[in-house]
Nanobody
Framework: VQLVESGGGLVQPGGSLRLSCAAS????????MRWYRQAPGKERELVAG????????NYAASVEGRFTISRDNAKNTVSLQMNSLSPEDTAVHYC?????????WGQGTLVTVSS
């Protein structure tokens, strides 16, 4: 069972990044998927979520209109397109899979927004 994030890095304010999460070892299409982030000195927060078949998406108010979550159940991947990034978006971003009481986490990928 594994979730592996990729796509993080350094980007200038106003720029874009696309995070990806590759899942393996479990029935991906039966899990809702989420992206969380944790900034230095802050608690982990939910950024975006998508239902198991992609019909329902939700976003934190702070990223609404800038971030888009999507999934490809054929490829067992979930992505987070992040636009109009600001320094406040700097954080380790984590992929999360949830079904009932079962939760799975990736190791995280760092996004740094700085000029």
């Amino acid at each position: 069972v594994q979730l592996v994030e990729s796509g993080g890095g350094l980007v200038q304010p106003g720029g874009s990044l696309r995070l990806s999460c590759a899942a393996s070892g479990f029935s991906f299409s039966t899990y809702a998927m989420r992206w969380y982030r944790q900034a230095p000195g802050k608690e982990r927060e939910l950024v975006a979520g998508i239902s198991s078949y992609g019909g329902v998406r939700n976003y934190a108010a702070s990223v609404e209109g800038r971030f888009t979550i999507s999934r490809d159940n054929a490829k067992n991947t979930v992505s987070l397109q992040m636009n109009s990034l600001s320094p406040e978006d700097t954080a380790v971003h984590y992929c999360n899979a949830v079904r009932g009481t079962t939760e799975l986490w990736g190791q995280g990928t760092l996004v740094t927004v700085s000029s």
